[in-house]
T-cell receptor, first 113, second 112 residues
Framework: DTAVSQTPKYLVTQMGNDKSIKCEQNLGHDTMYWYKQDSKKFLKIMFSYNNKELIINETVPNRFSPKSPDKAHLNLHINSLELGDSAVYFC????????????FGQGTRLTVV | AQSVTQLGSHVSVSEGALVLLRCNYSSSVPPYLFWYVQYPNQGLQLLLKYTTGATLVKGINGFEAEFKKSETSFHLTKPSAHMSDAAEYFCAVSERDYKLSFGAGTTVTVRA
């Protein structure tokens, strides 16, 4: 069983479209995250949720809207896609506070053309 | 605010040689420090972490790291590189609950 699973793995879409990425974790963790990895492999946190509540929103454009229907799921919806949104998006989860180990999904490679 | 600097974006080592990846952090409070590894087309996997206690931390796959407060460093080492160690390595600091901040990463290549 995959601990943190994301779908789809690859996503190619045109500018202006709206798309969603889904994430599910079966680890029973309270906290879930979205990270963006750019073409230079730099990783930056976008959002973190704890017990379905938004804890961190790291100055992400409003076009990005996370939704956590329950503790095991954190989806990412992106409106009006732009070329600069092309990246790999990672979902992760953890249990506990500051020193907790994060478990990452395999990533979703989003390409906007 | 806390931040992480990884010195050297690319490290090339011979198989069997020492692997040394450098990480320095800035922090106004005691840091929680991590090393993660990313194999090609995969997510990140925790190698090891430092929270409190012993400053020499042992991780998976033969890696270890030493927390040196006086040098604000958390360098990662492995005595003998294996071909399977070729990957991207990220140092990270936990600024607060629910947030990890990553360094820019170091690509490790291993020469036969």
């Amino acid at each position: 069983d995959t601990a943190v699973s994301q779908t789809p793995k690859y996503l190619v879409t045109q500018m202006g479209n709206d798309k969603s990425i889904k994430c599910e974790q079966n680890l029973g963790h309270d906290t879930m995250y979205w990270y963006k990895q750019d073409s230079k492999k730099f990783l930056k946190i976008m959002f973190s949720y704890n017990n379905k509540e938004l804890i961190i929103n790291e100055t992400v454009p409003n076009r990005f809207s996370p939704k956590s229907p329950d503790k095991a799921h954190l989806n990412l919806h992106i409106n009006s896609l732009e070329l600069g949104d092309s990246a790999v998006y990672f979902c992760a989860s953890s249990q506990g506070g500051q020193g907790a180990k994060a478990f990452f999904g395999q990533g979703t490679r989003l390409t906007v053309v | 605010a806390q931040s992480v600097t990884q010195l050297g974006s690319h490290v090339s080592v011979s198989e069997g040689a020492l692997v040394l990846l450098r990480c320095n952090y800035s922090s106004s409070v005691p840091p929680y420090l991590f090393w993660y590894v990313q194999y090609p087309n995969q997510g990140l996997q925790l190698l090891l972490k430092y929270t409190t206690g012993a400053t020499l931390v042992k991780g998976i796959n033969g890696f270890e790291a030493e927390f040196k407060k006086s040098e604000t460093s958390f360098h990662l080492t492995k005595p003998s590189a294996h071909m399977s160690d070729a990957a991207e390595y990220f140092c990270a600091v936990s600024e607060r609950d629910y947030k990890l901040s990553f360094g820019a990463g170091t690509t490790v290549t291993v020469r036969a």
